[in-house]
């Protein structure tokens, strides 16, 4: 009875500690978003509800939009309107190119959601808008990105009540294979010349760190499991 109160014991206190490294983790990952978040736009599509059906709508007409902002976008710099220069301070920059193009287009990107989920027999509509919102943390392969505040496209299908889905718009960070989450090796590079280099070896390690003290987490409490239901010599508050 003693040597397994002495062994809970250590496991909570185990627990505790692990629970304040991981708030101070936390607290770090917000103060590197803020550092960030202004450089960065992501995309956020919410889904009218969680029914198989409106979740396969949701990604169908994720990458719609995704196509239209991408051909309306090169059109758009082709054009000579929507020329970028980051590094002199001259014309616009990328981000605030994107965020104008969807502003401008809102209509008819809402326009085209709602007549494809028409066609697949679906009633109700979507809105397109950018705006700012609070995201939590997201993995892209070896990439994570801190929980905080983002500006954002945001599409809402409906009633905006489903999941949702997400991913980095500029620059743009999905994965090329989302099976093997491979991230297109340009886009971590315009990432690092955006966020520099420390901040972007912060997005690389914080990753590794956490998955890191999950896993001796669980490495420890299945051995704790292990040995208490394995081992004769535990005593056991069973009869």
């Not at 014991?9 to 202004?38: H, S």
């Not at 409106?54 to 000579?80: H, I, P, R, T, Y």
Request: net charge neutral; aromatic share 8%; with cysteine.
């Amino acid at each position: 009875m003693k040597y397994r109160k002495e062994l809970y014991m250590a496991a909570v206190c185990f627990l505790l500690a692990l629970l304040c490294f991981a708030a101070r983790l936390r607290l770090n990952g917000e103060d590197l978003a803020e550092r960030i978040a202004p450089r960065l736009l992501r995309f956020h599509i919410l889904a009218n509800s969680n029914s198989a059906a409106d979740q396969a709508l949701k990604l169908e007409v994720k990458n719609l939009l995704l196509e239209k902002l991408a051909d309306g976008l090169a059109a758009d710099e082709k054009s000579g309107t929507g020329r970028t220069r980051e590094t002199d301070g001259s014309g616009i920059p990328e981000k605030e190119r994107i965020c104008r193009y969807v502003t401008a287009h809102r209509r008819e990107l809402e326009r085209s959601a709602a007549d494809y989920m028409a066609a697949k027999g679906c009633d109700y509509g979507a809105s397109v808008r950018v705006t700012r919102c609070y995201f939590p943390t997201k993995y892209y392969g070896d990439i994570v990105l801190p929980c905080g505040t983002y500006d954002a496209v945001q599409v809402t299908l409906g009633n905006g009540r489903g999941r949702n889905w997400w991913c980095l718009l500029y620059p743009r960070l999905c994965f090329i294979d989302a099976t093997h989450a491979v991230v297109p090796e340009g886009s971590k590079e315009e990432l690092r010349g955006l966020v520099g280099d420390d901040d972007y070896a912060a997005l690389l390690t914080q990753d590794g760190a956490r998955i890191r003290i999950r896993s001796r987490l669980l490495d420890l409490l299945a051995g704790l499991l292990a040995r208490d239901a394995e081992d004769p010599t535990v005593p056991s508050d069973l009869p």
